[in-house]
């Protein structure tokens, strides 16, 4: 499913989306499909599946040793797509990975790959736009949409040439950092929230990890909210996850329901 | 061809949180380095607190040896006892024209680490230096001296906890404190514009051995030899003499035990000779990956070449053949650090020791030309502990051995050469 037809089906209910991402293959393959399903029926609008890369520079610790663990079970792109393949949910699925991952593969492939498997989006976080030619085009050849990341400190001039380019939807950063849960969200997400006349949705994350801050951020203008640490810390307990991950998409979900 | 690119190579791949601060960064940069009270302050610096100019040496003994004449560029005589402090006074300078009030650093052995601390002490800086926590362990002396500076050491306990995983964690921090803070890297890799500007600071060392090369020997040499883990001190003594093209530039990486990779490592740090292309932390360059693009763990006897990557330039140079890539084993560069104490009383680091084990090993072929000068980027101090661990253990084994095959006098001829 495309990311365009969601927020469509959304806004006719004036609803908000939920983002959730988990990291593809922690702790398993296996887990990992139970993990999406248990998001999606708490309530989860799209998710993330994250492929895992060894060096992950724009991550926090939680999703660090996510990525490690995944890694040392033996996720590879290969399997990745595999899985994604073999993922039946009625949401769109977006891969949230590193570039060399994509560079290596040939970014022709990696976006075909994504296309193949049911992928209709891709996030990059060490690939500002200015680099991004590349796979922008394969991205468009294919079908897929390529989501750039705007943050409190991009400037209006940025702003307004990477939302030439982006599709899907922006992914808005909610404050300088990594990603992680923290306790501050709003304060600079309503500012840069103002700033920010987008044709696409607008999707605020880093840093929220409950319904609370979900309900702020929503209320400060955005069309949707995405969790992700605090997902993948049920993950890493390993205990009672299902039913944990399900209740707490439920959760949030309640604050972006209109 | 970008500003930010070296041929197809280079580049900004960094999260969009850091492209401002590189703007800002590149902009101060283009600002200052031409200006003249910046350049007087500078020049100061490296004068007065730095030590400079170095001598470039001739080592008669070893030049006697290999039949050509070897020049060693003394930047082991640079205050700190290596080549890092050139970058950190010019970029800790630069970090206060441009008002940043904390400066972070990412280090391998620790020596950029010092040096980064002994710049921040002097001008005033609010330091945090990132070090894998393997490396806290094995280099517990840098680690003192820095907090002995004022400075504040943060161990990293992620990954492979060495470099690679001290500059992840360094860009963390830039990410999130990136307002008021610089990140000093301490080599030519990374986002542009620092490989550039790293560059800059260090051709110090290019533009000081073509002055005293000239003085002394009244031509440019055949060819220069310098070690290349990330690449600083090679860029820095390369740079100067890129246009020269009958000079030849020689990047010698750390060929580690054996030139093989595994599943999950690299047993060397050869990104020039063997890596592939790929982008890692901010740079399109050579890297050491499996075949899903996973970045592997390098791997050398010695900490300051002990990295998956390489600078985008060196990386460029190497592939339209301005340079020539090649490499010695862990036990060329300690057979190189031992020879070099005994002929000619330097104890070299054992970075610089893998440059030196080149010249040593090629002299004869006469490829080197007549006249080579060899970049020291570093004094061998910091190594003594590793090479005495090294020593040990091999005389362990080699006593076994002895046990085993009943060749005593072999051995012990050997351990008085090692002596």
Not at chain 1, 199 to 225: C, L, M, Y
Not at chain 2, 379 to 384: A, N, P, S, T, V
Request: hydrophobic share 40%; net charge negative.
């Amino acid at each position: 499913m495309r990311i365009a037809e969601k927020f469509a089906e959304l806004k006719r209910r004036k609803d908000k989306a939920l983002i959730a991402y988990v990291c593809a293959g922690d702790p398993s393959v296996e887990a990992t499909k139970e993990i999406v399903h248990a998001l999606v029926k708490g309530g989860a609008d799209i998710v993330e599946l994250g492929l895992p890369f060894s060096d992950p520079v724009a991550d926090g610790p939680t999703i660090q040793e996510a990525s490690t663990r995944a890694l040392k079970a033996g996720m590879n792109p290969d399997l990745y797509f595999e899985m994604a393949a073999s993922i039946h949910e009625n949401v769109p699925l977006i891969c949230m990975t590193y570039y060399n991952l994509i560079y290596k593969r040939g970014t022709e492939k990696f976006a075909r790959d994504c296309a193949s498997s049911g992928i209709t989006g891709i996030i990059v976080p060490d690939l500002p736009s200015e680099e991004s030619g590349e796979l922008h085009e394969a991205c468009k050849r294919n079908g897929v949409d390529l989501i750039f990341l705007v943050t409190p400190v991009t400037s209006d001039l940025r702003i307004k040439s990477i939302l030439g380019m982006a599709s899907g939807f922006l992914y808005i950063v909610s404050r300088l950092g990594v990603t992680g849960q923290r306790t501050d969200v709003a304060g600079s997400t309503k500012d840069i929230l103002n700033r920010i006349d987008s044709r696409v949705p607008k999707a605020v994350g880093f840093g929220i990890s409950n319904k609370e801050q979900a309900a702020e951020v929503i209320h400060a203008g955005s069309d949707a909210v995405i969790v992700g640490s605090a997902f993948v810390s049920i993950i890493a307990s390993g205990d009672n996850v299902n039913s944990r991950i399900e209740r707490l998409a439920h959760e949030i979900k309640q604050s972006c329901i209109n | 061809m970008k500003d930010s690119m070296y041929g197809r190579f280079g580049g900004q791949f960094v999260p969009e949180t850091l492209m401002p601060a590189l703007t800002e960064l590149e902009d101060a940069y283009k600002l200052y380095k031409d200006d003249p009270r910046f350049l007087k302050e500078l020049g100061n610096y490296m004068k007065e607190f730095g030590g400079r100019r170095t001598p470039l040496y001739y080592a008669a003994n070893l030049s006697k040896k290999y039949g050509i004449r070897i020049y060693l560029k003394r930047e082991d005589l640079v205050h700190g006892g290596a080549h890092k402090l050139n970058n950190t006074l010019g970029q800790a300078l630069l970090a206060r024209y441009m008002g940043k009030e904390r400066i972070i650093a990412e280090t391998g052995a620790g020596q950029h680490g010092t040096a980064t601390a002994m710049a921040a002490a002097n001008m005033g800086f609010k330091a945090e230096v990132y070090m894998g926590a393997k490396d806290v362990m094995r280099q517990h002396m840098n680690v003192y001296r820095m907090e002995l500076m004022g400075c504040e050491v943060h161990a990293v306990r992620s990954g492979s906890m060495t470099l690679k995983d001290a500059i992840n964690e360094a860009l963390r921090d830039w990410v999130t404190n990136v307002q008021n803070t610089h990140y000093l890297i301490g080599s030519v890799v990374g986002p542009h514009p620092y490989p550039m500007i790293v560059r800059d600071f260090q051709s110090v060392i290019g533009k000081e051995v073509r002055e005293q090369i000239l003085e002394k020997e009244g031509r440019l040499p055949d060819s220069i030899v310098a070690c290349a883990g990330g690449g600083s001190n090679a860029m820095g003594i390369f740079h100067p003499f890129i246009k020269d093209e009958n000079v030849m530039l020689y990047p010698v990486e750390a060929g580690g035990e054996e030139l093989k990779n595994t599943d999950r490592e690299a047993l060397h740090s050869s990104s020039l000779c063997i890596g592939e292309e790929g982008i890692l932390q901010g740079a399109h360059t050579l890297i050491l990956q499996d075949r899903y693009g996973q970045i592997l763990e390098s791997s050398s006897v010695s900490a300051g070449l002990d990295y998956s990557g390489v600078g985008p330039e060196l990386a460029h140079l190497a592939d339209i053949g301005r340079i020539t890539p090649c490499n010695v084993s862990d036990h060329e560069a300690l057979e190189a650090f031992y020879e070099l104490s005994r002929m000619e009383g330097i104890i070299p680091a054992l970075e610089s020791s893998h440059a030196v084990a080149y010249v040593m090993k090629t002299a004869e072929t006469g490829k080197l030309g007549d006249l080579v000068v060899i970049n020291l980027s570093g004094r061998g101090d910091k190594d003594l502990e590793t090479v005495f661990r090294l020593r040990e253990s091999k005389e362990g084994e080699e006593t076994k051995t002895v046990e085993d095959k009943k060749e005593p006098d072999n051995k012990i001829n050997d351990k008085e050469v090692c002596l």
